[in-house]
């Protein structure tokens, strides 16, 4: 063992936009990898180091099980060596549905119903028979869903109206479009009766009529479409279908506004919330029923399971103990096990994930963490770096990629690369401890010397938006103001309520709010931030004017497709009794296009050379003013590095909600609220952001932002600061008002924080 070495080896490193960089990593340290955006850290520590131990550990299985596992790319690197098995721990926000909770991702869901099984009265015959994902325990009212949501006939229908002066508000149902002549020429009701004067059977036939056939006309007096007829369903039925029956993380943003708009949520009188049946709600454990318990705060339950002394199940409430000690230890302990892991912050979640590995007695692994301080408050990342550090101190190699000065500062040996993003990062420019970067003039050395500086001159509104009495979730009945025409920072630790209040009650009580979130903008592989931004038709025409061919040539979800793959890049092979096999296509190398579309060329390039361009690139390659501008915008928030064909299912939160900013960037007098938009980014990259968000204020808009960075913070118009606590201890107001204010708040955590970081330079805009 002596001569084992105790460092990672690379040499020759290429991948994507690494340039050949040789180093070594020691191994049981904990090593922060640091650059700007797109500066190649996530290329050498996931397409690298994560990928090729994963390829190697699982060369080891036989080809049966391999089949089974991830199927990992060579990571492109001259020689990698002395690596040891690789743990990842992504930074990433859940995407599933509803039914996935807090219990059911850290495996405490199965304990406590086990626990009920064994020990509640009446007991049930089977653990199963306490859930709400099995019919055996779930409310057969609300599917286990424990809330009805249902569009509302007074929002959507104006009564005092008929349906030719328009009585349809719901979006798309204008007087003349198809949608509205399914109803106005039906013949089950007079179209110039106001609906107030509608006959139940009327009201019935419009809501709810089926069984008929409509005649549709266009415009222009031709029938509509292919079809001479289209089949009578009623409105609500017909929007239920079309809007409802879908998740609702899969809707656009444009159909999220509509269902906030139109529909009313309820909680289930069958369950009253509960999500169980009768069965299991009467089934008792000292006093509460199982989803009484889940609804528990977890540090309120871990005191709750020390009553449980049954010899059958005081083991299980032991077990489920350790679980929910760790949950407490990483500074989660406001979560219930109730609570929808759709609403956790990429954060939370991958704070989550860590459960298993802190009750590991493995040693030798090496753990890489994903921007783990994201979305934490000051003194949650203080409480993540105690975490890293015992798992290092177990005798395994700890690899972070984060730009917190916090993580930054713990770390035993940083190595940052850049100096730029793209194609002008990718080299190594430091390897050493934290008092060495100092010395040095890198961007990261830069942004730690740099103080955080304190806005002197914000900017002053006389007219505010006004959020009264706000209850939802674990809010107390608040009153927030929010200037209009400013910048306002919402602060506090994770847990306080933050987003409830700007992403839950402020768009509800002014539903013209538009939210831009970290969510994923495209649903497919087809999706690029070339076709996001609009611009990828632009680029299809100019090279059809230059090869006077069809436009369609140069789509790969059209006539340029491969023939092969259909222009998806891959072929998935089914296996009979595993899982199938998915390869890049032979035919295309991946490309998506067809021989034919890649032989023609603009200014020498075909139209895959020009995706795989940079946007920085390309805004020097093409000479279309609506093509630079657009290209332009996405240059301007930082993301000059990304590549026009690169997959949108590949970026970031951080990036995503950038891409989103950019499409608003021309706007004026609009009210913009964004959850936690430093995510992932350097410093660097929080300045130009914070100069993008004035410039947007200057424009008439008004910017309203949930953040933990005290740059952020301090550069504020206007401060709203939550707490104290998480959970039930927060959802209180401490401070409204300039951030100068905020230092003499004796009760805000975020103060001292603040306090810390700041030298007060004026600051003149």
């Not at 869901?109 to 009446?122: D, G, M, N, Q």
């Not at 936690?676 to 968000?693: C, F, S, V």
């Amino acid at each position: 063992m002596s001569d084992q070495p105790n460092f990672i080896l690379i040499s020759g490193a290429y991948k994507n936009n690494l340039k050949g960089i040789s180093l070594r990593i020691p191994h049981n340290k904990l090593v922060v990898f640091a650059g700007i955006s797109g500066s190649g850290k996530s290329s050498l520590v996931f397409d690298s180091i994560a990928a090729e131990a994963g390829r190697q550990l699982n060369d080891t299985y036989p080809l049966y099980v391999r089949n089974h596992l991830p199927h990992y790319e060579p990571s492109d690197t001259e020689q990698i060596d002395h690596l040891t098995p690789t743990i990842v721990i992504q930074q990433r926000q859940f995407t599933g549905d509803i039914r996935s909770t807090v219990g059911t991702m850290t495996d405490c869901a199965p304990l406590l119903r086990l626990l009920f099984s064994r020990c509640a009265s009446p007991r049930l015959p089977a653990s199963s028979a306490y859930s709400f994902n099995d019919p055996q325990g779930m409310c057969p009212a609300c599917s286990g869903l424990g809330k009805t949501v249902a569009f509302d006939p007074d929002r959507i229908l104006d009564r005092s109206k008929s349906l030719n002066e328009g009585a349809i508000l719901f979006p798309g149902h204008q007087v003349g479009t198809y949608q509205w002549q399914l109803y106005a020429h039906s013949g089950l009701y007079d179209p110039d009766k106001p609906l107030c004067e509608f006959t139940p059977q009327e009201w019935n036939d419009l809501l709810h009529g089926s069984g008929i056939t409509v005649d549709i006309t266009n415009k222009t007096g031709k029938i509509w479409g292919d079809s001479y007829k289209l089949t009578y369903e009623g409105l609500l039925d017909r929007i239920t279908r079309l809007y409802l029956n879908r998740e609702r993380n899969t809707q656009s943003a444009a159909n999220q506004r509509i269902l906030r708009t139109f529909t009313c949520e309820n909680t289930c009188t069958a369950c009253h919330g509960t999500r169980i049946n009768d069965a299991a709600r009467r089934s008792l454990l000292h006093g509460y029923n199982i989803a009484d318990v889940s609804d528990m705060e977890i540090t309120e339950l871990a005191s709750f399971l020390e009553q449980i002394t049954d010899p059958i199940g005081k083991p299980l409430a032991q077990q489920l103990q350790r679980i929910l000690r760790h949950i407490i230890d990483m500074g989660l302990g406001y979560l219930q096990l109730s609570r929808p892991s759709v609403t956790l912050s990429g954060g939370e979640a991958q704070r989550l994930k860590m459960i298993r590995h802190l009750g590991s007695s493995l040693t030798g692994l090496t753990y890489v963490f994903d921007e783990p301080s994201a979305g934490l408050h000051p003194k949650d990342v203080e409480r993540l770096s105690r975490l890293l550090l015992r798992l290092r101190d177990r005798g395994n190699t700890i690899l972070v990629v984060d730009h917190n000065r916090q993580i930054l500062q713990m770390a035993d040996e940083i190595i940052e690369l850049g100096p730029g993003a793209g194609c002008n990062g990718g080299y190594l420019i430091f390897q050493g401890d934290t008092d060495a970067l100092l010395q040095q003039d890198t961007p990261t050395a830069q942004s730690l010397r740099r103080p955080v500086t304190l806005n002197a001159a914000p900017r002053v509104s006389d007219d505010f938006l006004h959020v009264t009495h706000a209850r939802l979730h674990n809010l107390k009945d608040i009153h927030a103001r929010f200037p209009l025409h400013a910048l306002t920072v919402v602060s506090g630790v994770a847990g306080c309520g933050k987003s409830s209040l700007i992403c839950g009650e402020l768009p509800h009580r002014f539903p013209d709010v538009h939210i831009i979130s970290q969510a994923p903008i495209g649903l497919t592989s087809r999706s690029t931030p070339a076709t996001y931004i609009g611009v990828m038709d632009e680029i299809r025409r100019a090279f059809a004017r230059a090869n006077h061919v069809s436009a369609a040539l140069f789509s790969s979800n059209s006539k340029g497709a491969c023939p092969i793959c259909g222009g998806k890049g891959t072929i998935k092979t089914e296996m009979a009794f595993m899982d199938p096999i998915i390869m890049p296509c032979e035919a295309c190398g991946g490309s998506r296009y067809s021989s034919e579309a890649l032989q023609y060329t603009l200014h020498g390039k075909n139209i895959l050379q020009v995706l795989r361009m940079t946007v920085e690139e390309a805004i020097d390659f093409f000479d279309q003013p609506q093509i630079q501008e657009k290209l332009s915008l996405l240059h301007r928030i930082g993301l000059g590095y990304l590549t026009l064909g690169q997959s949108t299912n590949t970026l970031s939160g951080g990036e995503c909600q950038r891409i989103k900013l950019a499409s608003h960037l021309q706007e004026n007098g609009q009210i913009y609220v964004l959850d936690e938009p430093t995510t992932g980014l350097h410093a660097k990259d929080i300045a130009l952001l914070l100069t993008l968000l004035d410039e947007m204020v200057c424009r008439g808009n008004t910017m309203i932002l949930a953040d933990h960075s005290t740059d952020v913070i301090a550069h504020a118009d206007w401060v709203i600061d939550m707490g104290p606590g998480a959970g039930k201890n927060g959802g209180s107001i401490l401070f409204q008002g300039p951030p100068s204010d905020l230092l003499q708040c004796k009760a805000s955590i975020t103060a001292s924080y603040l306090q810390k970081d700041l030298t007060y330079t004026s600051v003149s805009r």
